[in-house]
């Protein structure tokens, strides 16, 4: 992987560095739960790239999924999640691995019947974005369960205020070096159909911040 997410990996690393664990039995919150318990639902694995501290993933297990694989580009992340499992006996279910797109392609066609990927597709360079998608398509079976979460829109307003730094059409750097790609509703839509039917839209509202997330339930297509 080149470095284009050197600041990116810095930030995550120093932000769960300071991470604080959790218990992974406790729900988290009910708009969540509720799609965590969509896509676990009868599944046998699910993957989850962009995996943070696997907070998606372990509560997977609760609805009986058997096996979930977490891909993070932050060690530190990587790190709180194995250490999560660990403490919670959970180390033979699951299998958190350090590192970006390039992992994917290890991964056989049809490997897995779900897949979140929760703040991670507008998080990443457009070009990764979109062939994170094709990937995970290829990776999950026909018709299998993908739960994308995404950032709210930002207005330009906003990103002035934020001091967003422009680098392509949609595409800003924060403050805090991370990436954000974007998009609009209709922009989602119509990058996730390519790939995916979507089935629901839902919106979760985090009080702290004020702000919402945008949450699709889709089926990924034949192929
Ligand atoms: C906003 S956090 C979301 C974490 C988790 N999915 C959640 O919703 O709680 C974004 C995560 O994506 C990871 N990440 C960012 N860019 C990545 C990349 N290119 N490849 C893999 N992981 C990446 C970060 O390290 C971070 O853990």
């Known amino acids: 992987m080149s470095n284009r997410y050197a600041d990116t990996i810095q930030f995550w690393n120093k932000t769960f560095g300071e ?23 009868g599944q046998s694995s699910v ?6 501290s696997g907070r998606f993933l372990l509560r997977c297990l609760d609805y009986g999924v058997g096996f979930v694989k977490g891909i993070d580009i932050s060690e530190s992340a990587v790190r709180v ?14 299998e958190f691995i350090c590192g970006g797109i ?5 991964i056989e066609p049809n ?9 991670i597709v507008d998080n990443l360079a457009p070009d990764d974005a979109e062939k994170l998608l094709a990937e995970i398509r290829r990776i999950v079976h026909p018709k299998g369960r993908v739960l994308l979460k995404f ?9 002035m205020e934020y001091g967003f730094v422009e680098l392509s059409a949609n ?17 989602l839509e119509e990058m996730i159909s ?9 919106t979760v509202y985090y009080q702290q911040h004020d702000l919402i997330n945008r949450l699709y339930y889709v089926l990924n297509k034949e192929k």
């Open 111 to 119: 490997t897995f019947d779900s897949c979140v990927l929760s703040n």
């Open 151 to 159: 950032n709210p829109y930002i207005e330009k307003e906003k990103r």
């Open 171 to 187: 595409f800003y750097r924060e403050t805090s070096g991370i990436f954000l790609y974007n998009l609009t509703n209709q922009q």
């Open 194 to 202: 390519v790939h995916f039917q979507i089935e629901q839209y839902k």
């Open 19 to 41: 991470y604080i664990l959790y218990n992974p039995t406790e729900k988290i919150m009910p708009e969540l739960e509720k799609a965590v318990a969509w896509l676990a639902a």
């Open 47 to 52: 993957l989850d790239f962009g995996a943070g």
């Open 102 to 106: 390039e992992e994917l392609a290890k």
């Open 81 to 94: 999640a194995r250490q999560i499992a660990t403490n919670y006996q959970l180390s033979d279910k699951t």
